[in-house]
T-cell receptor, first 110, second 114 residues
Framework: GEDVEQSLFLSVREGDSSVINCTYT??????LYWYKQEPGAGLQLLTYIFSNMDMKQDQRLTVLLNKKDKHLSLRIADTQTGDSAIYFC??????????FGAGTRLAVHP | ETGVTQTPRHLVMGMTNKKSLKCEQH?????MYWYKQSAKKPLELMFV???????ENNSVPSRFSPECPNSSHLFLHLHTLQPEDSALYLC?????????????FGPGTRLTVT
């Protein structure tokens, strides 16, 4: 079946770059997404990449897609304490259903 | 109110209680979703409604009963729940029931079953 995997935790120092990785099994997804969940809140779409792109940059965020390896990553430059959250990778599976990873908890420390 | 709202934000209920979760979207969307977020599992899609018709029911126990009276409101009726049903229940909406359509999430209802 379709599967999306992420590492569960990432700890970085404030000002450093964070890289959150995701691998997936279903390669037919037209879009691939990154959602952010702050404490006590629902998921918020952070960014997405179209499947025919290799990279997308949006201010401090850079999304890299390696379709051959089925690998998606999210890089956050100059990570701030406000970036502390859970980040979910999601792809579109069969029947147009969003398949989420388990989420990576990003902790930013001084 | 804007976006997707959910009430209540927190709910504690016994296993014999009956309660309902409410979701409302103010975005003019046509599709609404219920997700379950447990501590140790990926986000699980429970139900999908498109234009007030249920289009997906992912093997969810019958103690969870959804209702979509109109395209702006979605309910999840709960009865005879189990402690393992304790989780964050998230509602989402999207313009259409297509995977490429961005989903907007509510803040969730934190449910504790005692």
């Amino acid at each position: 079946g379709e599967d999306v995997e992420q590492s569960l935790f990432l700890s970085v120092r404030e000002g450093d770059s964070s890289v959150i990785n995701c691998t997936y099994t279903d390669s037919s997804s037209t879009y691939l997404y990154w959602y952010k969940q702050e404490p006590g809140a629902g998921l918020q779409l952070l960014t997405y990449i179209f499947s025919n792109m290799d990279m997308k940059q949006d201010q401090r965020l850079t999304v890299l897609l390696n379709k051959k390896d089925k690998h998606l990553s999210l890089r956050i430059a100059d990570t701030q304490t406000g970036d502390s959250a859970i980040y979910f990778c999601a792809v579109i599976g069969s029947y147009n259903k969003l398949i989420f990873g388990a989420g990576t908890r990003l902790a930013v420390h001084p | 109110e804007t976006g997707v709202t959910q009430t209540p934000r927190h709910l504690v209920m016994g296993m014999t209680n009956k309660k309902s979760l409410k979701c409302e979207q103010h975005l003019g969307h046509n599709a609404m979703y219920w997700y379950k977020q447990s501590a140790k599992k990926p986000l699980e899609l429970m139900f999908v409604y498109s234009l007030e018709e249920r289009v997906e029911n992912n093997s969810v126990p019958s103690r969870f009963s959804p209702e979509c009276p109109n395209s702006s409101h979605l309910f999840l009726h709960l009865h005879t729940l189990q402690p393992e049903d304790s989780a964050l229940y998230l509602c989402a909406s999207s313009q259409s029931y297509q995977g490429s359509s961005e989903q907007y999430f509510g803040p969730g209802t934190r449910l504790t079953v005692t």
